[in-house]
């Protein structure tokens, strides 16, 4: 039996130590968000039918650098796709996590 290699995966900073919650969808705010460390880090959409328009994420600055926003990018795109949506990126942060892997590809997009 011949074992295939596993792909190589984009070398990410985490901070194993932060405190991370539930993402979590608010419809009235137009966000997903959720808490790390305390703090609150969004990303803000429009909704058009059962497509999501993924216009800004925002992680607070005392987190970057440590991994909270592709933590929060990608918590993002699979709550949308755990409920059968679809979006499509336009926040240019998201459009950089979204490029860097092909596992969203039928649930998140680039315009156009």
Same mark, same amino acid.
């Given at each position: 039996?011949?074992?295939k290699?596993? =792909?190589?995966?984009?070398?990410? /900073?985490? +901070?194993? =130590?932060? !405190? &991370?919650? !539930? &993402?979590t969808?608010?419809? $009235?705010?137009?966000?997903?968000?959720?808490?790390? +460390?305390?703090?609150?880090?969004?990303?803000?959409? #429009?909704?058009?039918? #059962?497509?999501?328009?993924?216009?800004?994420?925002?992680?607070? =600055? $005392?987190?970057?650098?440590?991994? $909270?926003? /592709? &933590?929060?990018? !990608?918590?993002?795109?699979?709550? &949308?796709? +755990? !409920?059968?949506?679809?979006?499509? =990126?336009?926040?240019?942060?998201?459009?950089?996590?979204?490029? @860097? @892997? +092909? /596992?969203?590809?039928?649930?998140?997009?680039?315009?156009?």
């Open positions: 039996m011949h074992l290699p596993f =792909a190589p995966l984009p070398l990410v /900073r985490y +901070d194993f =130590a932060m !405190e &991370i919650s !539930e &993402i969808n608010d419809p $009235a705010a137009g966000e997903f968000s959720l808490l790390i +460390d305390g703090v609150k880090a969004f990303v803000s959409y #429009q909704r058009r039918d #059962q497509s999501y328009r993924l216009m800004h994420a925002e992680v607070p =600055a $005392a987190l970057r650098g440590k991994g $909270a926003g /592709r &933590i929060l990018a !990608e918590r993002t795109f699979q709550a &949308i796709k +755990d !409920e059968g949506s679809t979006g499509v =990126a336009y926040c240019g942060y998201l459009r950089k996590v979204l490029n @860097e @892997e +092909d /596992r969203w590809d039928g649930v998140i997009s680039l315009p156009g």
